[in-house]
């Protein structure tokens, strides 16, 4: 298990998502963003992350605080996140959310707001995930990802989409070629879309989508065509679309294959709260299993 690669992982999300967050909702830009902005929808400050970073982080915390995946803590946390910044949540989570707030189960609340909105199948637990790549080993990833989606997003797919980009990262934070981490988080897959959009990811052009398996598409193949971190990053947030969502997947892929070291400082200087999130990538990865 690698340190800087399992540091650059988490940081790489939040510094992926804090790239994308002004650019989230627009279209592709035509001149491209190499550095961190301000602006867009939810008029973020430079170096601000959204609710990519803020899910990672309380699902980092349940791991290290309970020293594995457990549904009802990380609930609690993201009910306290949710109702900190409202306003960066998606409608899936938020829905789910204020029932869980009430009283409900999680996955007895998942299960409602799938019914009720006719689906679950959005980006939100996928883009949140990479935590329970960084600590658990390849074998492990797989279930407890499907776990830790159902709290919110209750169909299966949104599940397999974030168990592959986790296994990616399970893999790449242990010595896996990226090409063999891909390979090996689609054999797992178990859905037939994704698997068929990752097995020959450059036959399809990439999505910015809330949709979670265009979602994953569009941050694995990003990754895959980048030399480098910074080419990663800056090729996904350009994108626009939900750019901070594919930006912070992407960076924490690209994290994970390239580690702490090859973050722009220029990013880093400026990213929200980095000596906290520092330290919760050291405490993640100190009590990770190898």
């Known amino acids: 298990m690698n340190g800087m690669l399992a540091v650059g992982a988490f940081i790489g999300l939040a510094t992926g998502d804090a790239m994308g967050a002004p650019l989230e909702g627009l279209p592709p830009r035509p001149i491209a963003v190499t550095e961190m902005q301000g602006g867009g929808i939810h008029n973020t400050l430079p170096g601000q992350y959204t609710d990519d970073t803020l899910q990672a982080s309380a699902l980092a915390e349940t791991l290290i605080q309970c020293q594995g995946f457990n549904a009802e803590d990380f609930a609690g946390r993201l009910i306290r996140v949710y109702r900190t910044y409202p306003g960066f949540f998606g409608p899936t989570s938020r829905a789910v959310l204020d029932l869980v707030e009430n009283g409900l189960e999680p996955e007895a609340a998942a299960a409602r707001v799938h019914e009720e909105r006719g689906g679950s199948r959005s980006n939100g637990s996928v883009m949140r995930g990479i935590p329970i ?146 330290d919760r990538a050291r405490r993640l990865w100190s009590v990770s299993r190898p």
């Open 133 to 278: 790549g960084i600590f658990y080993p390849p074998g492990e990833v797989r279930e407890m990802s499907l776990a830790a989606s159902r709290v919110t997003h209750f169909d299966p797919v949104a599940g397999e989409a974030s168990a592959v980009i986790n296994r990616m990262v399970s893999g790449m934070c242990r010595g896996e070629e990226a090409d063999a981490a891909l390979g090996e988080a689609v054999t797992a897959c178990r859905d037939a879309e994704l698997k068929d959009l990752l097995e020959d990811y450059q036959a399809y052009p990439p999505e910015p989508s809330l949709d979670a398996v265009l979602c994953t598409h569009c941050a694995i193949r990003v990754f895959m065509e980048a030399s480098s971190f910074r080419e990663a990053v800056v090729a996904a947030v350009n994108l626009g679309g939900d750019a901070d969502t594919v930006g912070a997947i992407t960076g924490g892929l690209a994290g994970a294959r390239w580690g702490l070291e090859a973050i722009p400082e220029s990013w880093l200087s400026v990213l929200q709260d980095r000596e906290e999130l520092f």
